[in-house]
């Protein structure tokens, strides 16, 4: 069964960013009736809070996510403890002694030699005696992976046949000196121990796929399918700054985004298909496959989210508001047609709504007065529809000669008492006669 897994750390809130990955694992599973693991990358116990896991959860699901079932990573070290057996046993996984500032020294060292900065394996040099001294110095391993150092081929699914050489790569630290994991590892013997079937995370793990796949098969894993997208970046190509699309999920629904426009951005940005709206993740899932995702870059403008959102909310059908228009108290079909198209942000309809319900000051120009007596007078009887604003402004437009700006915007002003708004054609009946009448005189 296909079997995916988004997998963050819960050490800060999700970003748009971070939405990409999510996403596209999801509608991935979905569209290949799998399943869709959320993954808590905690082993940095230090950075990881029961905070940020929560939050990860609840952006998650605003943007439409329910993941299949759930691990974490701290729950899980026994495995890791048994896999790092396996492979000292097997003489992949070796001790090293030196110190951040050996390692440092060794690296420049290498530079100033116009070498790459590649660990020199000196720890597999170790005499008995060497290791014995290091020990009684107090010194504590950590452990590093050793690598074939070759060619390691695969074929992505996003990027096409990739080829990673890892004897251009250090060999990876697994365990800590002080015991605990870095990513690399647990990540492995989650994907086997989980039966992951498909990795789509960012391309900023391609050379991570070169090591982490020779772990795969020193632990006798079945490799799985790797796809690697571009990564979300500001316009400049810079990656996503403070600015703008570090944006966290929460800060984004906080400030009335919804989610599906969020989720259009992060998805189809950088792809061959339009940033377009979607009316859910199943709709989405319809269009989106991962050999759509460009491989070029993925540059996130603001200001399209802005405008997708804005479309989103003025194409909504009643039916897709109402739950939201009851939680407001204005369960109204004709309400939200007439308002929709002035939304920027769902939450904006509050306000648009006392349009109608008032309070509402008319806002009256000394030389309009004449002009308001005669709308007045000329003010339709009802029943009022959609076609009583034209039939007033008809008759008004013979009665005065005005046309024009001068015919429609002192109208406006005394009856929302505001320069802009929604179309008075719809607001008039909604409005009806004895309100209208009220604010015109
Ligand atoms: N926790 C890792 C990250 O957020 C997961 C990478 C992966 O998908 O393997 O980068």
């Known amino acids: 069964m296909t079997t995916v897994r988004y997998a963050p750390s819960p050490t800060g809130r999700l970003h748009l960013g971070n939405a990409r990955p999510a996403l596209m694992n ?35 699901n605003w943007l439409g996510i329910t993941p299949d079932f759930k691990v974490r990573q701290s729950d899980r070290t026994a495995l890791y403890d048994a896999a790092r057996d396996r492979l000292i046993a097997s003489g992949r996984l070796y001790p090293a002694y030196e110190t951040e500032e050996e390692l440092d ?29 290091y020990e009684a110095e107090g010194r504590k391993p950590h452990w590093r992976f050793r690598l074939d150092g070759r060619p390691v081929a695969f074929v992505d699914l996003i990027k096409g046949p990739q080829t990673v050489n890892t004897a ?69 190509g810079e990656g996503l700054s403070k600015r703008i699309g570090s944006l966290s999920l929460m800060e984004l629904r906080e400030a009335g985004y919804e989610p599906m426009a969020v989720a259009a951005v992060a998805v ?80 904006d309809i509050a306000d648009l709504a006392t349009l109608v319900s008032g309070p509402v000051t008319p806002v009256v120009a000394n030389e309009d007065r004449d002009y308001l007596a005669t709308a007045r007078d000329l003010l339709p009887a009802e029943p009022w529809d959609e076609t009583t604003w034209s039939k007033w402004t008809e008759a008004l437009k013979a009665a005065t000669g005005r046309k024009g700006r001068a015919l429609f915007h002192p109208l406006r002003l005394a009856l929302t ?25």
């Open 417 to 441: 008492g505001r320069e802009q708004g929604p179309e008075l054609r719809s607001l008039l009946p909604l409005l009806g006669r004895r309100a209208s009448l009220a604010r015109l005189s």
């Open 268 to 347: 189809l940005t950088g792809t061959s298909l339009p940033v377009e709206p979607y009316p859910d993740l199943a709709a989405m899932g319809q269009a989106f496959t991962l050999d759509a995702v460009s491989h070029g870059s993925a540059r996130f403008d603001p200001a399209e989210l802005a405008s997708l959102n804005t479309r989103m909310l003025h194409q909504m059908p009643y039916e897709a508001a109402r739950a939201r228009l009851v939680a407001l108290g204005l369960d109204s079909e004709p309400l939200w047609l007439a308002l929709r198209g002035n939304l920027s942000v769902f939450s």
């Open 26 to 60: 999801w509608l991935f599973a979905r569209a290949n009736a799998g399943r869709y693991i959320l993954r808590l990358d905690d082993t940095d116990t230090a950075r990881s809070t029961e905070a940020f896991a929560r939050g990860i959860e609840q952006d998650l």
């Open 105 to 133: 020294g060794k690296r420049a060292r290498a530079r100033l030699l116009g070498r790459p900065p590649v660990y020199d394996r000196a720890a597999l040099k170790l005499t008995p005696e060497q290791i014995a001294k």
């Open 168 to 236: 251009s790569m250090s060999d990876p630290v697994l365990v800590r000196a002080d015991g605990t994991y870095l990513y690399t590892l647990p990540s492995v013997v989650d994907d086997i121990d989980l039966g992951i079937t498909h990795v789509i995370r960012g391309e900023d793990h391609v050379s991570n796929t070169g090591n982490q796949t020779e772990i795969f098969e020193a632990l006798g894993g079945a490799v799985p399918t790797f796809a690697h997208h571009n990564l979300l970046t500001g316009a400049e």
